[in-house]
């Protein structure tokens, strides 16, 4: 830690009682350590030109930034609404919210973004993760958001595949693989990148939680079409993935994670012993401690079954977790009560929604200013993907993409239960890419993930600063963890995202504190 930090930090705590005897005067010395000014750096405000032309392919599609309803400044030029996936008629429809960037950086480049579920919609990553405005949990209204990955790129969110949020079924069968809904989605992005005028852009293709499948299916396909016009696939990321079986990135290594965040979820010694018994008893700890052996001795067996119900070590430690803390958040074990307001209705584990409250994207009058059907919306649809015929992607597909791939990165955040970072740590070791199998180079001798010290704009988006956790890279593929972050990185922590973006976009050399 730098000395001026140790003695800012100092001068804060040193003389400080128990009491609350000064506790105005703590308030603004901790304003001053933390650098506000009301802005920082490059994000001090959303540069509003417009480098899309105006013309009858893609004036149907404009959004007035300054016409976002509860949105009080001008979020600038962007475009939305509905494409099909194919040029037959009746086919399926995607909606997409797309935002062009002025930075120089970004005249030859683009980046999808999509969410997980199956059919959970790309719009929370807009309104919750990177988008140019946010709306988070338990707060007032939206605010800029200076984390904005529009502002280094320019950003289209996907609601895919058809069923998914605004985008519709029609005529085209319903997707039953990742190789269907792949394709789906090349149909919607050739006429994405027809109508503005897109052609020859290096692709960046970014999202999380079941995007593990999503992202390196479609740029799987994109490198079989070996068509730079529209499929010119640079880099991936994708946050917190599903990219092995469930029992691999739940229920085996779920009792180490209770072991290591003992203290959140302050179970009683009684039922700490009969999970660390029916782990053992069940193969979970052996077979993470070969899993996890770097480097790999030689690929691993089938895990364990989890048929014997008592081997749902996953499930048995959710249930009990509510029971001690009834607000707890699978998403982010740190959480505690009470519940907060979320205006796409899901802030956390359970739906919830205060009385005389709307979600957002179901309100007609937000409908109508992003050229959305007028319809029912849902955070997540059901009747997507239901049965997912594909194989995870940590088994081949990933593998085959790393090597074409300019950068492949995995990021993890270590507060998250729904998907443990073991389990992707486990998924990794057993895959062989750049011929050879897994890393080898152990955890305890990872880099510091850092993330540079920056002054602080408004209080509803600050974000930290220096080591936020560790990363490696072997053979062209990253793996980044963040110690203080749940499920969804760039909405918990929005600085190391923002820094692992601009590592995925070139525009930084590493993750470390020497990257520039």
């Known amino acids: 830690m730098h000395l001026f930090l140790v003695a800012a930090l100092c001068s804060l705590v040193c003389g400080r009682s128990l009491r609350h005897v ?146 519709q079924k029609r005529g085209t069968p319903t997707a039953t693989s990742e190789e269907e809904t792949s394709a789906q989605f090349l149909g919607f992005w050739k006429n994405f990148i027809d109508t503005f005028s897109l052609h020859n852009r290096k692709i960046f293709i970014a999202g999380e939680s079941y995007a593990g499948y999503y992202v390196p299916y479609i740029a799987d396909a994109m490198h079989n079409e070996t068509d730079p016009t529209y499929f010119n696939v640079d880099s991936i990321l994708f946050y917190d993935p599903v990219v092995s079986t469930e029992i691999v990135q739940t229920d085996i290594p779920a009792v180490a994670f209770v072991e290591f965040w003992e203290h959140l979820f302050a179970f009683n010694e009684t039922f700490m012993t009969h999970l660390r018994t029916q782990s053992r008893e069940c193969g979970y700890d052996e077979y993470l401690a070969t899993a996890l052996t770097y480097p790999p001795k030689g690929p691993l067996p089938p895990p364990p079954s989890a048929n014997n119900p008592a081997c749902r070590l996953w499930d048995e430690i959710s249930n009990a977790a509510v029971l001690v803390n009834p607000c707890w958040d699978v998403y982010q074990v740190a959480t505690t009560c009470p519940l907060l307001w979320d205006v796409l209705g899901f802030p956390g584990s359970i739906p919830y929604l205060p009385g005389g409250t709307d979600v957002y994207f179901n309100r007609s009058d937000v409908q109508k200013a992003i050229n959305a059907p007028q319809m029912e919306w849902a955070e997540c649809s059901s009747g997507v993907l239901d049965t997912d015929t594909s194989l995870p992607s940590s088994f081949k597909v990933l593998p085959r993409i790393i090597p074409k791939n300019n950068r492949t990165i995995i990021g993890h955040g270590l507060l998250d239960f729904i998907l443990l970072a073991n389990g992707t740590r486990m998924a990794i070791q057993n895959m062989t890419f750049g011929g050879k199998q897994g890393f080898e180079t152990p955890p305890e001798k990872w880099e510091e993930f850092f993330v540079p010290y920056h002054e602080q704009g408004a209080l509803s988006t600050i974000a930290g600063a220096g080591v936020m956790g560790a990363w490696v890279e072997e053979r062209g593929l990253t793996y980044v963890e963040v110690t203080l972050s749940g499920h969804m990185v760039p909405q918990y922590a929005p600085s190391a995202a923002w820094r692992q973006v601009e590592y995925l976009l070139g525009r930084i050399d590493g993750l470390g504190e020497g990257g520039k």
């Open 22 to 167: 000064g506790r105005g005067d703590f308030s603004q010395e901790l304003k001053r350590s933390l650098n506000f000014n009301g802005c920082y750096g490059q994000h001090c405000h959303h540069n509003k030109t417009n480098p899309i032309p105006h013309n009858n392919k893609t004036a149907q599609f404009y959004v007035d930034g300054s016409a976002i309803p509860n949105v009080t400044f001008d979020i600038g030029p962007s475009y939305a609404g509905l494409l099909p996936i194919s040029s037959e008629p009746n086919s399926s429809e995607l909606f997409f919210w797309f935002f062009p960037s002025s930075n120089p950086f970004a005249s030859d480049e683009i980046l999808i973004w999509l969410n997980g579920g199956p059919g959970c919609s790309s719009l929370e990553g807009l309104l919750q993760e990177i988008g140019p405005f946010l709306w988070q949990y338990g707060t007032f209204r939206p605010v800029q958001n200076p984390w904005a990955w529009t502002d280094l790129t320019n950003v289209v969110f996907v609601e895919q595949p058809a069923g998914t949020g605004f985008s």
